[in-house]
């Protein structure tokens, strides 16, 4: 997933149906998307309307009826299951509202835990850890066990782990649905800056306080796209630091 030049993400005529007959219903309908790498795209709208559903087939956990998906200008239909599972690993992050963590790993545990499939030693795996959580200032919190964080600390937790194996597109759905408005805002500024690294974030707020952290707003109704606003020209959207890195030695 280092090629350049394509979106990131291309969704044409999306369906995700349920049931049949009688009991049919789609969650999503003829849905069109491009995302560029780089883009914070927040996206709203009524409980049912399909928000958690794109996600899923977006982050590779589902998939849809009809329409096609190109992950990075390679149409996801014709990468075997096991190579998608191998994409999710390493390229695609997940936060999700209640934090996930697993109660009886502490901290560091919990954020190692995606490594398990890089084939790093459990000694390196852990210093990773503990340095991703040096970033989010909760260092001396890393043996502590879940239980004993508060709201916003579990989530920063989960973000960490989220981003240890540096995946470069992010997908949460809801992060901030269970904290208190300061924690949410702590939450957001740590995203803020994982974005202004040049990752690409997806993430899905019933609070539109926090789409000013978007340069993009996508409102969904009944499965498709009602309104999608950009905030942020395309020239102006963070650059991943590898291609930073290249323009500069190429100078
Ligand atoms: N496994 C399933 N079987 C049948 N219908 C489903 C299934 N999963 C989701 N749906 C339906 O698909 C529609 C979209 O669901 P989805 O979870 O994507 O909504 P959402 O926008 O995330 O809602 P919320 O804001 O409440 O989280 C809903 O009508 C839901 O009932
Ligand atoms: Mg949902």
Not at 95 to 122: C, H, M, R, T
Not at 168 to 192: F, Q, W, Y
Request: net charge positive.
């Amino acid at each position: 997933m280092t090629g350049k030049g394509h979106p990131i993400i291309e969704l044409k005529g999306l369906t995700k149906r349920y049931g049949y007959g009688d009991t049919e219903s789609f969650a999503l309908k003829d849905f069109d998307l491009t995302v560029k790498r780089g883009e914070f795209i927040m996206i709203m709208g009524p409980s049912g309307c399909g928000k958690t559903t794109l996600l899923n087939i977006i982050g590779l956990l589902d998939q849809a009826t009809s329409g096609s998906y190109s992950l990075n200008g390679e149409s996801v239909e014709s990468i075997s299951k096991r190579r998608q599972a191998r994409l999710r690993a390493r390229k695609i992050g997940f936060i999700f509202q209640n934090f996930n963590l697993i109660s009886d790993l502490s901290v560091i545990e919990n954020v190692a835990l995606p490594l398990v499939y890089s084939g790093y030693s459990k000694t390196h795996r852990l210093t990773q850890a503990s340095s991703t959580l040096g970033r989010f200032h909760l260092k001396e919190r890393e043996y502590y066990m879940p239980w004993q964080l508060s709201g916003g600390q579990q989530q920063r937790v989960a973000i960490a782990r989220t981003i240890v194996s540096d995946p470069e597109i992010i997908l949460a759905d809801e992060p901030t649905g269970n904290l208190d408005s300061r924690s949410s805002h702590i939450v957001m500024e740590e995203l803020k800056n994982i974005h202004l690294e040049g990752n690409t974030i997806i993430m899905v707020t019933h609070n539109p306080a926090l789409t000013t952290y978007a340069t993009r707003v996508i409102n969904m109704l009944d499965g498709h796209i009602d309104t999608d606003i950009k905030t942020v020209a395309d020239r102006d959207l963070p650059q991943p630091i590898s291609v930073r890195f290249n323009k500069k030695e190429a100078k």
